[in-house]
């Protein structure tokens, strides 16, 4: 990689260093908004044959530009095939047909448990966020799972307000920070690597709970001049 | 067999008050006119379900047309949060919204056990998720062949399922490509099922992937060029992503939701003069 000769921002260095964990034949069921831009990115840098997969049923979508939603024309249109709703949940996600499966959330907790449900109690919500979607279970067949969101002490916190998805499976959070995995024999989300320019006194802060730090932590390469103007080709889009 | 029929008269003649109504659509070919004739004709109390609520649903709830919401995400997609759907849930307004909450893969199996004529549908699921503690339709089932622990949903039955395709023939017979959902489940677990279309043919020419539901599993086929707005229908008209953004503004406030309400769904009598009142072509 050559060093980049341009500044980036903290969500650009989210994107990119989530994009990196995507591989060349990697077949990844993705969620909309953080994850599927940097699952776009992959497939524009380090990962052409990455195997996309959105719950609207479109299997190895290759689109044009960012989609808005999970079921866009475009993925349609550049699919190997395109099937039913059901069929995507039962015999590909179910049948664990998926490597990987990428999600984002609202608040998340030590052991990657996830919530996008509710902000506040259920019955009396201070904040209705839309819900599940394909998380549940998404996060169980999929053989790993891989997690963006930006952190902060309230979407990093020591209790869910609602546990929407398990974390079981979680192997990866790849914040606007750095890079957290499960460690240990109790799988606690550790911060293993840091972005260019972030102290782990920082991801400290940013953390609801006493947040471990790997020996050995490591420096997240700096985004290359390809990988930014992949990125923010595919941010700009005209219609909207 | 399918009645060829204004989308006016199929909602008068098959919609009632307190039904259960499914308006399914996933990003593609979602039947906003038919919601918007719901919202027209006033309907009251109805339990609404979707696996994706999105804009229409946000609509008809912001309308005090729905009294339950059955449902796995419901948002504005790429945009952000349903402001009505929220201000129901949160405060009650315009009147209170009951939730049963699922996952996607849990309301994709209650579809096509209702489709099928089961009981219940079986899926490796809702694994450590609280949602089964929130709704009374999971169940956990013990596999008889293998003992493996498996979830169960109640399967889906509304008494109304109303999609929208791209093509009917004279008979009634529906033809519809591209991303179709979920939407032949909910057509075949529903008790009775309206389709708007965007044109009637004299014979319906098979299409790649094309979906096809004879006509006489279809109550009303009703003409509405147009009706997906601001939804797509592969190879008539494209999504209007713009909406989905400019929707965000409209519906925050409940006085400016109301005020494009009356003018945009109120002050027009169908699909066309909708599209009239937005200075969008059909």
């Known amino acids: 990689m050559s060093a980049t000769t341009v500044t980036f921002t903290a969500d650009e260095m989210m994107a990119v260093a989530a994009s990196r964990l995507l591989r060349d034949g990697m077949v990844c069921f993705v969620g909309i908004g ?4 940097a699952a776009n990115l992959a497939l524009r840098t380090n990962a052409p044959e990455l195997v996309l997969i959105y719950e609207s049923g479109t299997i190895g979508a290759k689109p044009s530009q960012l989609p808005l939603s999970i079921g866009d024309g475009d993925l349609a249109e550049t699919a190997t095939a395109v099937v039913s709703v059901p069929e995507i949940f039962a015999y590909w996600l179910q049948a664990g047909r998926i490597d990987v499966g990428f999600l984002g959330a609202a608040q998340i907790d030590r052991y990657g448990n996830l919530n996008s449900t509710v902000i506040g109690d259920y ?78 006194d920082a991801a400290r802060e940013a953390t609801g709970w006493k947040l471990r730090v790997a020996d050995g932590l490591e ?21 909207r | 067999m399918a009645e060829l029929v204004s989308l006016a008269e199929a909602v008068d003649e098959l919609v009632h008050d307190g039904d259960a109504v499914a308006l399914e659509g996933f990003t593609h070919l979602i039947p906003h006119a038919a ?34 919401l059955v449902f796995s995400w419901g948002g504005n997609p790429g945009v952000g949060s349903l402001h009505r759907f929220r201000d129901a849930v949160e405060s009650g307004w315009p009147v209170p919204l009951e939730l049963e909450e699922h996952s996607h893969a849990g309301m994709a199996a209650r579809y096509a056990a209702g489709a099928a004529n089961l009981p219940f549908g079986v899926l490796r699921g809702y694994a450590g998720t609280e949602l089964a503690r929130q709704s009374g339709s999971i169940a956990t089932i013990t596999c008889p062949f293998t003992g493996e622990e498996l979830a169960a949903v109640e399967a889906l039955r509304p008494d109304v399922g109303i999609v929208h395709a791209q093509q009917a023939d004279e008979a009634g017979n529906v033809q519809m490509w591209g991303i179709t959902g979920v939407q032949k489940e909910a057509v075949l677990a529903s008790r009775k099922a309206i389709v708007t279309v965007e044109e009637i043919v004299p014979e319906l020419e098979p299409r790649p992937g094309g979906l096809v539901l004879p006509g006489w599993v279809v109550a009303a086929v009703c003409l509405a060029p147009g009706g997906a707005h601001p939804s797509y229908a592969d190879g008539y008209h494209e999504r209007d992503n713009a909406f989905y953004v400019e929707w965000d503004a409209i519906s925050r406030e409940r006085e400016t939701f109301a005020a494009w309400m009356a003018q945009h769904v109120l002050g027009t009598a169908d699909v066309a003069e909708y599209h009239a009142s937005l200075g969008v072509a059909a």
């Open chain 1, 34 to 37: 953080l994850p599927s831009q």
């Open chain 1, 123 to 200: 019955e009396k919500p201070k904040v209705r966020l839309p819900g599940a979607g394909g998380a549940p279970e998404i996060a169980t067949s999929a053989r790993e799972v891989f997690v963006m969101l930006r952190q902060t002490p309230r979407t990093f916190v020591p209790e869910l307000d609602f546990r929407t998805t398990l974390g079981r499976a979680v192997s990866t959070v790849v914040t606007d920070l750095g890079v957290l995995e499960p460690r240990g024999a109790d799988r606690e989300l550790t911060l293993t690597a840091v972005h260019p320019g972030i102290e782990p």
């Open chain 2, 35 to 68: 919601g918007h004739e719901l919202i027209r004709q006033r309907r009251r109390a109805l339990t609404l379900v979707r696996m994706t609520p999105d804009i229409v649903y946000d609509q008809l709830i912001g309308m005090g047309c729905a009294r339950k």
């Open chain 1, 219 to 239: 420096r997240t390469a700096p985004p290359t001049d390809a990988e930014l103007t992949a990125l923010r080709a595919l941010t700009t889009r005209d219609d």
